[in-house]
């Protein structure tokens, strides 16, 4: 990346402001000595800003920059003495939100090994294969699921909450260096259809990565933050970096609430919200802040944002909305801004500095614009493969995402679907996404998620699964005709089916084989 587009970006957000000297060359020195993983970026945001609050949450804790590197720094001691963790080795992380996992990460990460984030949503079974899979020395979790780690090996070595603490008041003291080899962070898929796969999380080298994103989504140094996002998942982890690296304050609450947020936002007087769509569906559920937060910036990602959500949240909270389109495997694809949503509301926006972006056919070959091929990404942060040996695609140094789609006339990318959503009624080619869209702007209608399922005469047929707002009520042929009115035939749901909520994991993304059931 450029040096005078680096330097005008991080000029812009505030980030190449005067300082102490003493404290600008202990950042500086930071960033030399530990480079620019997440260990790194806490300890130069400890050495500009060691005052600054860092994380409050709703445990009740509030941990300056100096004090969340020492607790995580003690809890590495600990770890390495009392339970014998060491470069190379996996530690499990199964915690919701709150100052304790961020430290979990750091502290094992400094230390050489590998941090895998666990979806707090698997089952005791999935956790098991997960625990397996990836042969975990140690997993930390919170206490709320002390019942689902009882069947894991007897091998792995479990720290609760208390444990936790304990590690870190009992930590003697001593120095860390940097370790042999880098500690990985190792992000699960999402697993809506299947187990969740290990992607390996690189390390950036540099300040490209930053700059990509806050180009476009201007966020600035020591805004206030809230991270609604779980930081097990990718979206949620980003925003952790991004914010260390801002020496933001970071507000967490282990579990999402619409109301609690939105009071949160007031109360901490918060500029900036990183969530994924579902949440912000959610918020428009409660009456608005009054008086509105200084929110500039909700960022979301992690699932299709819904046709008619990003304008009806806007309406509300202002034009704050940035939509990434991304991935666990290729870290970011595209940014829409609220203009490009304003003008285009499901569209995934355009990539950023440094992304390059192609639509290809089957062989390889670019499409025209307008036309559906599948999206291929390049950037920094591509993954570094799958745990288990498995790897993505690649064709001229560019990742397949795995997604379906298209980009207009003007440079804006819409996404489609996943390839293997597409389904195939009668010989005509189906996108779920397209018919869910549609059926979202119904007033009546809350939420909504189309599938294939099997057909005797069609090969496949589409199925609709409604959730209604309190109170409303729908006729499925007036559905049925709704659909028709827009779309071509082979676009109408057979079925319509009306569900209290949709069946979702913790990071809002629709379990497909959950409605699946519907039909044994």
Not at 245 to 252: D, H, K, M, S
Not at 337 to 357: F, K, N, V, W
Request: aromatic share 6%; proline share 7%; glycine share 10%.
């Amino acid at each position: 990346m450029d040096l005078p587009f680096v330097v005008a970006t991080l000029t812009r957000r505030g980030l190449l402001t005067p300082g102490r000297p003493i404290r600008v060359a202990s950042q500086l020195g930071a960033l030399r000595k530990w480079g620019w993983s997440l260990t790194g970026e806490l300890r130069q945001a400890a050495a500009r800003d060691p005052d600054r609050t860092a994380v409050i949450d709703d445990t009740g804790a509030e941990l300056t920059y100096q004090q969340l590197l020492d607790r995580a720094e003690r809890l590495a001691r600990a770890m390495r003495a009392a339970l014998g963790v060491q470069a190379g080795d996996r530690v499990g992380l199964l915690c919701r939100n709150h100052h304790g996992l961020i430290e979990a990460i750091v502290a094992t990460t400094v230390l050489g090994a590998d941090a895998v984030l666990v979806n707090t949503g698997l089952s005791a079974a999935q956790l098991a294969t997960v625990a397996e899979e990836q042969q975990l020395r140690v997993l930390v979790h919170d206490d709320e699921f002390a019942e689902r780690v009882v069947g894991l090996p007897a091998e792995v070595q479990r720290v609760d909450e208390r444990a936790h603490e304990d590690l870190v008041a009992g930590a003697l003291p001593g120095d860390l260096q940097p370790p042999e080899r880098d500690g990985r962070t190792i992000v699960l898929t999402s697993g809506t259809t299947g187990t969740p796969k290990g992607a390996r999380r690189p390390t950036p080298n540099g300040f490209g990565p930053l700059v990509s994103i806050i180009d476009r989504i201007p966020l600035h140094a020591r805004d206030t933050v809230l991270i609604a996002a779980p930081i097990f998942h990718t979206w949620g982890y980003a925003a952790l970096q991004v914010c260390f690296a801002l020496r933001a304050t970071i507000v967490l609450h282990r579990r999402f609430d619409p109301a609690a947020t939105r009071d949160a936002l007031v109360t901490h007087q918060c500029q900036a919200l990183f969530a994924v769509p579902v949440m912000v569906q959610r918020m428009l559920d409660v009456p608005p802040p009054d008086p509105r937060p200084p929110l500039k910036v909700v960022a979301v990602s992690g699932s299709a944002l819904p046709g008619g959500l990003a304008p009806r949240f806007m309406d509300v909270y202002g034009d704050v909305i940035y939509n990434l389109y991304g991935s666990t495997e290729v870290s970011w694809a595209s940014i829409a801004t609220p203009a490009d949503l304003r003008e285009a509301p499901t569209t995934a926006g355009r990539p950023p500095h440094g992304t390059r972006l192609a639509i290809l056919d089957d062989d390889g070959r670019p499409v025209p614009d307008g036309r559906v091929g599948r999206i291929f990404v390049g950037n920094e942060m591509l993954f570094e493969g799958y745990t288990s040996g498995a790897r993505r695609e690649t064709r001229d140094g560019l990742l397949d995402t795995g997604d379906l789609g298209r980009i207009n006339s003007d440079g804006l990318l819409f996404v489609d679907g996943r390839a293997d959503d597409m389904i195939v009624s009668g010989g005509e080619n189906v996108f779920p996404s397209e018919v869910e869209d549609l059926l979202a702007r119904l007033p009546q209608v809350r939420e909504a998620a189309v599938i294939g399922v099997e057909d005797p005469q069609y090969g496949q047929r589409l199925a609709a699964f409604l959730g209604l707002h309190p109170g409303e009520t729908l006729d499925p042929e007036a559905v049925r005709e709704y659909v028709r009115h827009y779309l071509a035939r082979f676009s109408v749901p057979r079925d319509v089916i009306f569900v209290k909520y949709l069946p979702r994991n913790a990071t809002g993304k629709v379990l497909t084989r959950e409605l699946r059931r519907y039909y044994g």
